[in-house]
């Protein structure tokens, strides 16, 4: 069960099965009598459901909450597809990546990583183009890792920014119900005032609070999700891009421990230690005279 939550497909299928059952409870309200003491109908009496009542109350911060609703549900629909496993690190092309190595066919390899649009390519391209220096070409993965998991983190930004901007929403189509009802009471003077007016007033407030928050949840609950996930995939992303660059690392000098070790052997003619490949400068310097005995 772990595993099978785990997985992307997963996640997806349970996010619209609750975004389903959300706008079945806010439909699931009709028309329907009210009945009176007796149990039967009351005459001109009628009972508006959820849905009648957002419908009724169409005005510029109404279509505003709708156009930002679109556009989340396009947003967190993006973000599950492309913020998958398959997508960003696929195992295809890590394992091409692997023989173009393994086989030491360093110009197909950067003509690949060129073309590649998946995380780990773009990662190592950069530092490819940076040899011999392991140094910089180091320093040049990590860059691109930087770079690229800034961009995945600002694509699910707008989930965060939608999420906060829904209640600001909902809260400026209440004030203006609020404005709309207690101008109704004042128009309509001492005598005429009646709950009605003021009910219509507060029923399109509502209205508006209602949908700012079927806006703010949904969003900010993927934006959670989704920034998890991308956070797990960098990483993972990034320790096999690294993993990689390590398997084209040029040879370099032995290390001094093991040198001098060598050197303490009986017989043993010191030795300069010789620099890294492509270091080298000018003949190599002839060794020191042994010592008389």
Known sequence: MRRRYASSKFRIALFLL????????ATAGKAQPSAGATGAPAAGTQHTGLFQVIMSNKDPVFFLIMACSVAGVTLIIQGFIKNRRDVLMPEQSIQHIRELINQRQFKELIEYTESDPTFVSRALNPALKRAPSFSSMKEAMETAIGEQTAEHFRKIEYLNILGNLGPLLGLLGTVL????????????????????????????????????????????????????????????????????????????????????????????TPQPASPPPGLRKGPMPAPPPAPAV
């Open 18 to 25: 609750l975004m389903a059952g959300a706008m079945f409870a």
């Open 177 to 268: 119900g609020m404005i709309e009802a207690f101008s109704a009471m004042s128009d309509a003077g001492k005598e005429g005032a009646s709950p009605a007016n003021l009910a219509a007033g507060i029923s399109k407030a509502l209205a508006h609070t209602f949908l700012g928050l079927m806006l703010a949840v949904p969003s900010l609950s993927a934006f959670g999700i989704l920034r998890t996930i991308v956070d797990r995939l960098t990483i993972q992303a990034s320790l096999i891009a690294e993993e990689l660059l390590l398997m084209i690392k040029p040879a370099e000098a032995k290390p001094a421990g093991v040198a001098a070790a060598a050197a303490a052997r009986p017989g043993a």
